[in-house]
């Protein structure tokens, strides 16, 4: 169809960036040091529901926190990358790990240091309170704010575009 794009990879791998994205961006450190993240329920349901029908999900945060890898865990997600600086190597490493060709991920940001994953995944997303540059490359913006149902928006969007979101419908009996 002319003036349509038509969507040809399907994604097999969704990577997720942690503050402003997974989480308000709120940093919140206590007076002994120890930080703690606020994540929402909503999103932590799409992650596990995705990963029931075979869709790899992984975290690549350049910062290092107990708490993702606690959320990780929980979550039964095994594909967790923090402290990395450059996220664009970040993405193809995970591409390579899982065996999925970069045309196949997505990667959701919210940040100027988000973009060389952005750049490079087959699918940029963008939390609706991401940074200009970064809504800038996104093919789709949640309505949803990190921390705020985002992740679950994009999972959900991706699944509908996939014509695979009815597999999740079924695995809850609807």
């Excluded at 952005?118 to 996104?138: K, T, W």
């Amino acid at each position: 169809m002319m003036g349509q794009a038509v969507e040809t990879n399907a994604i097999r791998l969704v990577v997720f960036d942690v503050d402003g994205v997974l989480t308000d961006g709120s940093i919140i450190i206590d007076d002994r040091g120890i930080e703690s993240k606020r994540f929402h329920v909503h999103d932590g349901f799409a992650i596990r529901a995705a990963m029931s029908i075979g869709i790899h999900v992984a975290i690549l945060t350049g910062r290092s926190s107990r708490a993702v890898t606690h959320r990780a865990r929980e979550l039964g997600m095994t594909l967790l990358v923090q402290g990395h600086k450059n996220k664009g190597i970040g993405l193809e490493t995970l591409c390579q790990r899982v065996g999925v060709e970069m045309e196949e991920s997505a990667f959701v940001g919210d940040d100027l240091n988000d973009l060389p994953a952005l750049l490079r995944c087959g699918y940029p997303i963008a939390v609706a309170d991401a940074v200009a540059e970064v809504r800038e490359v996104a093919r789709y913006v949640t309505t949803a704010a990190g921390g705020a149902g985002a992740a679950r928006e994009a999972i959900e969007h991706l699944l509908k575009r996939d014509g695979r979101w009815e597999e999740v419908m079924e695995r809850f009996g609807i």
